[in-house]
């Protein structure tokens, strides 16, 4: 059974920073590209970043580029998503998902507010 549990989300001031944590079970972690999505209220599930399998391309599209990173950990079935000089915009709902497998986590609550 694919399980995704993200955590580290939180209430944030703008230009701050939060790294979120994307525990993975079920699959095998080190098959699989990782990407991570956010959701607005009201607004559509946004890609915001993506790590291939082995960890040596990441994509990110220009709404975040330059502020997010992803990294992974195939030994603890991790992804990682840190996320430095947050802006209002970035207040979401986060979730990973493992490309290729139709699953979905809770997701994480990330709030950038002054």
């Known amino acids: 059974q694919v399980q995704l549990v993200e955590s580290g989300g939180g209430l944030v001031q703008p230009g701050g920073s939060l790294r979120l944590s994307c525990a993975a079970s079920?699959?095998?972690?080190?098959?699989?590209?990782m990407r991570w999505y956010r959701q607005a209220p009201g607004k559509e599930r946004e890609l915001v970043a993506t790590i291939t399998i082995g960890g040596d391309t990441k994509i990110f599209p220009d709404s975040v580029k330059g502020r997010f990173s992803i990294s992974r950990d195939n030994a603890k079935n991790t992804a990682y998503l840190q996320m430095h000089s947050l802006k209002v915009e970035d207040t979401a709902v986060y979730y990973c998902m493992a490309l290729g497998l139709d699953s979905w986590g809770q997701g994480t609550q990330v709030t950038v507010s002054s």
């Open positions: 079920g699959f095998t972690f080190s098959n699989y590209a």
